[in-house]
């Protein structure tokens, strides 16, 4: 009998059963684990990636056609509701000459939504990304089939009568909803529910803006939450063919066109920086008087259902003075960009918007965040470049480029979508040169908002309600150790001719392996056999001098010395065991060592020490300085 130099996990597991401390195991994964670590050896994926990537190709289809559709039926009620008139000519509200009367179209608006909500679902409140990620991450993917037309309508119905928001937050719910559907009439995973979900996401957004690379990115960052082919191969294919769809319908002409702008200098480069770090400061701010107001209307002593209209009596008002507040305004956007709004006319733009988009999104209407932002971010970074080239002669400043960064920016500081803003935005204005300045920008835009905001726009309403959602993504850290180099090398075992009272007199000493829970069974010549647990010991009715072999409930679940981790780990959990015995893959009867949970707890003290842990490694000379003799080294 073999003596471990390491204890094993002190807590009482059953070998071979379906439970472990009354955590239930499917049974019916266990057969295909094996397999499923064969194939992440070797890096291939499971040819049911192919299925789920064509029916992620049909919805990505079916959301773009969808996105189409919204368009349209965002353009009829603008065009009934401004301008009395049956007709789907993509119009904006701002050329109505209704006056005063105008505050009243939003209120019927907003009168309508509520009740969509309390008849239909709360849930199509707000601008759709936080409650399709909450689905994601605490409902395994599965929305209520009718968001697929709820969600849609009540937001047409809401930017058709002047909402001051943006038609992709909505599409991507929506697309969301039609991926999470298909999954549920299907026999589905979770995980594939999740990439369904997020391929329809995407290709919502993809159809809305012509902008495919950006759509996939945004569910990375905001869906998926994970960088894994099964998951990005379908959701690009959904996200391309939609782009795909939208160009036979529109054309391939960027959704934000702007004038070719010119390479920055260096002073240039360094002013966009400084811009997206001002409007990252601004993000935190925009953040936080959103969820203040929402705080405002959660006390008004009236129904929630009669928030909406409230918020658009704002809305109304504001459009009386300010009347391209009214709608989408994409319009806006792409004056702005091309420098053809500027002065005091931008500046009373941008504030008028952020007030009737702040006060529509906090009384709970249905509405898109991404193109409010644009609006306001793009006017902040037009005011501050005209602001610095007038207080600095000489500043080469572009305004158009400015503008840019800063719409930009303030998405990702209210986000935290870093890549996203900045792919999106080149995707959108197809302007190549202003990729170094989007990324100086939206990075210091992140940094600050990191800094200054625990949650974003996306996750504060997700976290108020107790949950939290993932914020960073990294390998899987056990992924990348072996089994055999943390193994236990010298393993407590007996023989399988050992009776089992030899076996509880072992128990009951003062021997350091006594402690352990379960123990391999071996023949000679170090066959394993199996492995019996202290439990399984204590409640047999053999004889005293039965060996132990009859103990036995099956063959040993084992790891292989060259598996990672992880795959102990989830053979461990599937199993319901909580060690499993080494063998080689060349010899799997042989025994060789043993891996424990306290193996993988342990393990992670090397990743804890490799964040943590600070020293100096070289002297001003060049050599190497020992840890011992390190006096700055601390954790």
Request: one cysteine or more; charged letters at 15%.
């Amino acid at each position: 009998m073999d003596e471990s130099t390491r204890g094993n996990d002190a807590a009482p597991e059953q070998t071979g059963s379906s439970t472990t401390e009354g955590l239930p195991i499917a049974p019916s994964l266990g057969p295909t684990l094996e397999a499923a670590g064969a194939q992440r050896r070797v890096g291939r994926l499971r040819p049911r990636i192919v299925q789920i990537s064509a029916i992620a190709v049909g919805v990505g289809i079916a959301a773009a056609f969808i996105a189409e559709l919204l368009g349209v039926l965002i353009s009829l009620i603008t065009n009934l509701a401004f301008y009395g008139r049956l007709s789907v000519e993509n119009v904006s509200p701002a050329g109505n000459g209704l006056g005063w009367f105008v505050v009243a179209i939003p209120v019927v608006g907003g009168l309508i939504v509520g009740v969509i909500a309390r008849t239909g679902s709360r849930a199509i409140r707000g601008h759709g990304i936080p409650e399709a990620m909450e689905q994601v991450l605490f409902n395994q993917s599965r929305i209520p089939a009718r968001m697929t037309f709820l969600k849609p309508l009540s937001s047409a119905i809401a930017i058709g009568t002047g909402g001051p928001f943006g038609a992709e937050g909505p599409i991507i719910a929506t697309g969301g909803a039609l991926g999470s559907l298909v999954g549920q009439l299907m026999r589905t995973t979770a995980d594939e529910r999740k990439t369904l979900l997020a391929a329809g996401a995407a290709a919502g957004m993809s159809a809305t803006f012509g902008s495919p690379v950006s759509a996939v990115v945004l569910a990375i960052e905001l869906l998926l939450f994970e960088y894994r082919a099964r998951s990005i191969v379908p959701v690009a294919l959904a996200s391309a063919v939609a782009a795909a769809v939208r160009f036979h319908f529109v054309g391939s002409a960027p959704a934000f066109p702007m004038p070719q702008v010119a390479e920055p200098s260096s002073i240039a480069l360094a002013s966009y920086v400084v811009i997206g770090a001002l409007a990252g400061l601004a993000s935190v701010y925009v953040t936080r008087a959103v969820y203040r107001l929402e705080d405002g209307f959660e006390k008004l002593p009236i129904h929630w259902m009669w928030w909406p209209a409230l918020g658009a009596v704002v809305t109304g008002v504001v459009g009386v003075f300010a009347p391209r507040t009214l709608g989408v305004g994409y319009d806006n956007i792409v004056q702005i960009l091309g420098g053809e709004l500027g002065g005091k006319a931008l500046l009373f733009l941008a504030t008028m918007k952020l007030v009737s988009w702040l006060v529509s999104l906090s009384s709970g209407t249905s509405g898109g965040t991404l193109a409010p932002l644009l609006t306001i971010g793009g006017g902040l970074g037009a005011l501050v470049a005209t602001v610095a080239v007038a207080l600095v002669p000489g500043l080469s400043l572009d305004v158009r480029v400015a503008a840019l960064v800063g719409m930009a920016a303030l998405f990702a500081g209210a986000s935290r979508a870093f890549l996203t803003s900045v792919i999106f935005a080149f995707e959108a204005t197809r302007q190549p040169l202003g990729l170094l300045p989007l990324l100086g920008g939206c990075g210091a835009a992140y940094l600050v908002s990191s800094l200054m905001m625990k949650n974003t726009i996306m996750t504060e309403k997700i976290a108020r309600r107790g949950s939290r959602v993932p914020d960073e993504y990294q390998a899987d850290f056990l992924e990348t150790v072996l089994v055999r180099e943390q193994a236990t090398k010298a393993v407590v075992s007996f023989g399988a001719s050992d009776t089992l009272a030899t076996a509880r007199a072992f128990l009951r000493s003062d021997d350091p392996g006594a402690s352990h829970q379960g123990f391999p069974v071996v023949e000679e010549g170090g066959k394993l056999v199996g492995v019996f647990t202290q439990r399984e010991l204590a409640r047999t009715t053999l004889a005293e001098d039965a060996p132990l072999r009859d103990l036995l409930k099956g063959p040993a679940i084992v790891a292989f010395e060259d598996e990672s981790l992880r795959e102990a780990a989830d053979r461990m959990v599937l199993k319901g065991v909580g060690r499993l015995p080494v063998v080689r893959r060349d010899a799997p009867s042989l025994l060789v060592g043993i891996v424990t949970r306290s193996d993988l707890l342990s393990a992670h003290g090397v990743r804890l020490q490799a964040s943590t842990h600070r020293r100096r490694h070289l002297d001003l000379q060049g050599r190497p300085i020992p840890a011992e003799l390190d006096a700055s080294s601390k954790a």
